[in-house]
Each structure stands twice: as C-alpha cells, then as structure tokens.
C-alpha cells in the first residue's frame, strides 16, 4: 500500500506542498498537529501545506482513518471510510476549495492557495489515495452511497464544542465527539 501510495504522490508532482510518508517536513507536521490534527498514534500519510508561509498552521492530514483539515474558516476531520466523492470548486466562496461528500452529508476544505491546475492534481491524488485506503475508486460522477441523505439544501453546521464545521446533517461531531 505504501509503495502504491507513493506513486500516486509523485504523479501529482507538480503539487508543491502536498507530501507522503517520510518526505512530510517534520517542522509542518508538528504544527499540524498541534493546531488542527490530533492524530493520536495514527500513521500520517498526506499533509497538504495550506498555509501561506508553507508552516503546516492550515490544510488537511490524511491518515488511514482520518481526514484533518483547517482552513480560513475552521477546522474539522471526516472518517476516510464515509467518504463518497470529492470535488474541487474553484469559484467557492470565501476561498476555492475541495467539497468532501461523504454519507452523511460533507464539508469543504479552503484551500486558499491552490491554483486551478494543483487543485486538479491535489484534488486526483487525494480520490486515488483515499481509493486505495478503502479500495472502492472515487470518480467524478462516483453516485452518493445509497444511506446519502436525499437531495436536499445543505448547509453548514458548526460543532459547539470545538468549532469544527459540516456540510450537511451530523448528530455528534468526528472531531470531538459533541452534539452539534
């Protein structure tokens, strides 16, 4: 698995702070983790750097299990194994972002810094490798899973706990474990 998602990473080359395994810098990691990717014992297998000075303070950590993401807006993790499809709207407002669909509704992620080609190959190494993580491919016509709530507006819920945010329905949230 590893190794496949290694290949994948060094496909989308071209992405400047997307990073795997061993090649994530330690000092964005850190920071990572401290500000919005409490990962606990998980191995990390992405950080995308979205944070303007290349810091790690913003982006997404991808674990086995687990996505982290902090943006300009807040900050939340989604459950790997829930999500159906991912999407990258670069009109989304206040900043272009990655639209996470999962069963149960999705989130967006800001990423602020991503220019319209690295957010293709962002938003195609992220589907691969979560593919290979849960080994069902996520397409961009891949259909919502069947428990997916019916058509309906979203809109963004905001766990009172900890601030993490949602698109969509959720009784408790991911992160924290509160009631939003």
Known sequence: MRDQITAIVNQGASVSHLFAFDAIPKRRLTRAQRNFANTGTEPIILLYD???FGTGGAGFVL?????FYKDIVGQGVGNVADIVNITFDVN???EPSLQVQTAHGGFPIGVWNMAGSQGADVLRTLRAVIGVLTGRPLAPDAPLAASAPAAQEQRII???????????????????????
């Open 50 to 52: 979205g944070s303007a």
């Open 63 to 67: 674990t086995p299990t687990r996505l």
């Open 92 to 94: 989304a407002s206040p």
């Open 158 to 180: 905001e766990c009172r706990g900890c601030g993490a945010r949602y698109l969509g329905t959720t009784a408790a949230c991911d992160y924290c474990g509160s009631p939003v």
